[in-house]
């Protein structure tokens, strides 16, 4: 069955840390992966995805995420973090033969200044 | 380019009263979602529309919950009556889409926020 984990519910970092967000996907062909951040009050908006080739795929905002195939792992990772990166962060999956696009429960991401 | 577009933004009914939330995808966009995002949840799918027809409803409260998609555009999603537990913020996206299904990025309205008192 496709399905997406995060397993960290809720993560604090101090902004300039780095930070790395957990995602394992369940599928079972070569999945399409997204990552998505909600702020507040607001639609998710897209911050990268991978859909085939080099599996070290870059977004906006600095972000980027690494596809590993042998974990089941697409984490999302930034070098330093801004206190403006406070959000909820979202993984999803789409499954070419589904079609569906399923999305985790999501990490929220709290910055201390 | 506009966005996609959600109303009403909040809305607070009594539970058994019905309620209808309206969505209006990016022009040209193929494929819609409805997705429910309970707080503290992620967003699940409710129905998944390409142009008129229905992709995917598995997970869609049929016996509460309606959606149309009439000529291919706008959307409109109806509870009634609506439960304590409908209490959710209503996403709709749309996407590119085409033949064979979606591979591409969803673009998310603001969402509806539905409280049932």
């Known amino acids: 069955a496709q399905s997406v984990t995060q397993p960290d519910i809720h993560i604090t970092v101090s902004e300039g840390a780095s930070l790395e967000l957990r995602c394992n996907y369940s599928?079972?062909?070569?999945?399409?992966l997204f990552w998505y951040v909600q702020s507040p009050g607001q639609g998710l908006q897209l911050l990268l995805k991978y859909f085939s080739g080099d599996t070290l795929v870059q977004g906006i905002k600095g972000f980027e995420a690494e596809f590993e195939r042998s974990q089941s792992s697409f984490n999302l990772r930034k070098p330093s973090v801004h206190w403006s990166d406070a959000a909820e962060y979202f993984c999803a999956v789409w499954g070419s033969g589904t079609y569906k696009y399923i999305f985790g429960t999501g990490t929220r991401l709290k910055v201390l200044a | 380019e506009a966005g996609v577009a959600q109303s009403p933004r909040y809305k607070i009914i009594e539970k058994r009263q019905s309620v209808a939330f309206w969505c209006n995808p990016i022009s040209g966009h193929a494929t819609l979602y409805w997705y429910q995002q309970i707080l503290g949840q992620g967003p699940k799918l409710l129905i998944q529309?390409?142009?008129?027809?229905?992709?995917?409803d598995s997970q869609l409260p049929k016996d509460r919950f309606s959606a149309e998609r009439l000529k291919g555009v706008d959307s409109t999603l109806k509870i009634q009556p609506a439960k304590l537990e409908d209490s959710a913020v209503y996403l709709c996206?749309?996407?590119?889409?085409?033949?064979?299904?979606?591979?591409?990025?969803?673009?998310f309205g603001e969402g509806s926020r539905l409280t049932v008192l």
């Open positions: 996206a749309s996407s590119l889409g085409g033949t064979g299904g979606n591979t591409g990025e969803l673009f």
């Open positions: 529309f390409q142009n008129n027809g229905v992709v995917d």
């Open positions: 599928y079972g062909a070569t999945p399409y």
